[in-house]
């Protein structure tokens, strides 16, 4: 079974500062990948997918930008964050083999 | 497009009662259909999904859903609450024809509150 890792688990950045938020894959290959921003502990809002390397879809336009450099890598960036950036991100992976999405653990990101 | 509704923000239920919690969708063509659950500070866990086959399906921890194609429901149940299930809980809709993004629509979630 697949196991996705996420880093950091928080993260206190102040406003215009640099993002890079990390997900990898374990486990399987050639996974499809996911960023989501969820804020107030509720809603998922998807931001981006992938279905290869370098292949990202954005689904909101947004001050965030995603890379998927290797199979099992998915990088959320920013050059410089906003107030309204803050939130819980999630690295989701789903497998050819399956139809449901796993979760990582998540970043909570909290601008300053 | 497909779309989710959670009707309830919260739902409250007293340990050793049973659950349900509603989530009705829209998609076109036929569903595939997933419960998920979000402890606090965590990421979501896959409970159970509808694919094809009984409309009754068994899941994690003892949850169940039964699909119901004619009032496009996919309410989550357990038949006896725990404390430890207090948690937030998602429902999402693919449908079976979407391409090769596969991305579900989530609905907003409902905070299950179970009373000791």
């Known amino acids: 079974s697949q196991t996705i890792h996420q880093w950091p688990a928080t993260l206190v950045q102040p406003v215009g500062s640099p993002l890079s938020l990390e997900c990898t894959v374990e486990?399987?290959?050639?996974?499809?990948l996911y960023w989501y921003r969820q804020a107030a502990g509720r809603g998922l809002q998807l931001l981006f997918y992938s279905v290869g390397i370098g292949q990202i879809s954005s689904e909101v336009p947004q001050n965030l930008s995603a890379s998927r450099p290797q199979d099992r890598q998915f990088i959320l960036s920013s050059k410089k964050l906003l107030l309204s950036d803050s939130g819980f991100y999630l690295c989701?992976?789903?497998?050819?083999?399956?139809?449901?999405?796993?979760f990582g653990p998540g970043t909570r990101l909290t601008v300053l | 497009a497909q779309s989710v509704a959670q009707p309830e923000d919260q739902v409250n239920v007293a340990e050793g009662n049973p659950l349900t919690v509603k989530c009705t969708y829209s998609?076109?063509?036929?569903?595939?259909l997933f419960w998920y659950v979000q402890y606090p500070n965590r990421g979501l866990q896959f409970l159970l999904k509808y694919i094809t086959g009984d409309n009754l399906v068994k899941g994690s921890y003892g949850f169940e859903a039964e699909f119901n194609k004619s009032q496009t429901s996919f309410h989550l149940k357990k038949p006896s609450a725990l404390v430890s299930d207090s948690a937030l809980y998602f429902c999402a809709v693919r449908a079976v024809r979407s391409g090769g993004s596969y991305i579900p629509t989530f609905g907003r979630g409902t905070s299950l509150i179970v009373h000791p």
């Open positions: 989701a992976s789903k497998t050819s083999g399956s139809r449901e999405q796993f």
């Open positions: 998609v076109s063509g036929n569903p595939y």
């Open positions: 486990g399987t290959s050639n996974p499809n």
